[in-house]
């Protein structure tokens, strides 16, 4: 820090020169993000200083939460769920794993993750002391459920399943985990961080939320394809006793416990989430991801013209190209601006389609990638 300050209008100048470093999200197709909604970030600004380490100091804000989660409660076919607002698919993930260890008491959990799950579960492992063991996927990398059954010992506390996996954007067999997960008396969470918010407005029905008898917690990012503000990812128990397992006394506030990993938290990015829950309705993202999947079957048939198969039918707005030596592909179209990226079993190049890419976006960009195949 400098001796003396120097002027607001200098700092917004040099603020805005240093931001312009930043890829404008046009050209960016690799980012589970996207531009939050215009009335989202108004939310956020409103409810900027607002922190709900302290509820009962915010009353309002916290009546906000409350309305977010039974919004998303609703939506994913559980009207009683218990949960909160985290900071992202990761601490969702975390807590819910460090939910399911606490109510298990082992000494030596472990937790099954598919061959496929996002590495969150690897920093849950490492911060709750917990073994990761990872299950085979079948040929469309949907986790095989013969092979999370084999790996079940006396010491598993939790399984997992993927709705919107982060590599393919596919959906693993909920419905197949929760049988196993209800005959083994086995926490089930699902990690629909990215797909919690598609696969309800997709025309297709994939059974992935409450509504599946065995599933116990579920992680869904308004910060994703929710159009909300960073940060904000929900985590959802079926069961009150989860949300229980992760309290925290609290003596100096005047809020007596804590469930949350975080402390100090923002009540700005859950205005937004319910700013733009609110305004969008149903309809609203139904009509988004409509016209995200509209993009993905137009990506589809052009990739098919210049010969490009895909790793699997594209299930959400995921698609990714089986081209020769992805990675060389991927840093030719950073030379010409665009961001995408690779994946690594298989190798592919992922495109994600989030709402800020639009027809006029991606018919140059597929004209760049078809220079660049030759
Ligand atoms: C399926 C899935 N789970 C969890 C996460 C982690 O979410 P975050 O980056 O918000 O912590 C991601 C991120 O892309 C994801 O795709």
Known sequence: MDETGVTETEVLGLLRRIKERDMPFERILSSMCTMPHPLAIQAHMEFIETNLGDPTLFPGTKGLEESVIAMLSALLHAPNAHGYITTGGT??????IRAARNLSGKKNPNVIVPGSAHFSFDKAADILGIKIKKAQLDESLKVDPASVEMLIDENTIALVGTAGTT???????????????????????VDAAFGGLVIPFLEEEYPFDFKVKGVSSLTIDPHKMGAGTIPSSALLFRDEACLGALATSTPYLASRMQHTLAGTRTGASIAATYAVFKHLGQSGYKRIVARCMKLVSMIEKRVADMGIPLVIQPVTNVIALRVDSPEEVASKL???????STTLRPKSLRLVIMPHITEEILNTFLTDLREILG
């Open 167 to 189: 590599e393919f954007g596919q959906v693993d067999p909920i419905d197949e985990l929760s049988k196993i997960a209800l005959s083994r008396d086995i926490f089930l969470h």
């Open 334 to 340: 950073r030379e010409r601006n665009w961001y995408v």
């Open 91 to 96: 601490e969702s993930n975390i807590q819910a």
